[in-house]
């Protein structure tokens, strides 16, 4: 069994693009950990909520296998900060597998991690994914080594299943 932190928005996370990769990711066996920026009942764009597990100061990357990020309309407000930042600066440091859907990728450009790697995103993040060093597709799914990126909800499955299989290789 592996482990993986989710990090979602407090508010305005993206429902499937949480629901699916947690199923797909539990489904192959994996302890999920729900994050966010407070404890409590986080709520989706639509009707999806979620219990966090842990606040974001109450993670170490060192007890994960896997740090991953979900979009949605409330993403770069809660996410994108230096804590989380380094966060995941850590986890790369480490070899961890890094997950990110939708808009977050660009939370990744905005911690250097994106340099020379293929990355696909929402494509309103573009132009940051770009600007952070980044190759953009456009594509539903890439992976580039230890980082796996995807585009939105509609592969967000996809994207989960993904996950599971690079963490059952490695």
Do not use: N, W
């Amino acid at each position: 069994m592996k482990k993986i932190a989710m990090f979602i928005a407090f508010q305005g996370f993206r429902d499937e693009e949480y629901i699916e990769p947690k199923k797909a990711l539990e489904a192959a066996g994996h302890k999920v950990t729900t994050v966010s920026t407070a404890k409590g009942e986080a709520r989706g764009k639509f009707r999806a909520t979620a219990q966090v597990d842990r606040t974001i100061a109450e993670i170490d990357p060192a007890e994960y296998d896997a740090l991953t990020l979900v979009g949605g309309p409330g993403a770069l407000d809660h996410l994108d900060k230096p804590a989380v930042h380094e966060l995941f600066r850590k986890a790369a440091a480490a070899g961890k597998l890094i997950g990110a859907i939708c808009i977050s990728p660009v939370v990744l450009a905005h911690a250097g991690l994106l340099k020379g790697k293929t990355v696909t995103c929402f494509p309103d993040g573009e132009g940051e994914v770009v600007k952070g060093g980044g190759k953009y597709t456009g594509s539903e799914l890439e992976i580039d080594g230890k980082l796996i990126t995807s585009s939105g909800p509609v592969p967000a499955r996809k994207y989960g299943q993904a996950l599971a299989e690079a963490l059952k290789q490695g």
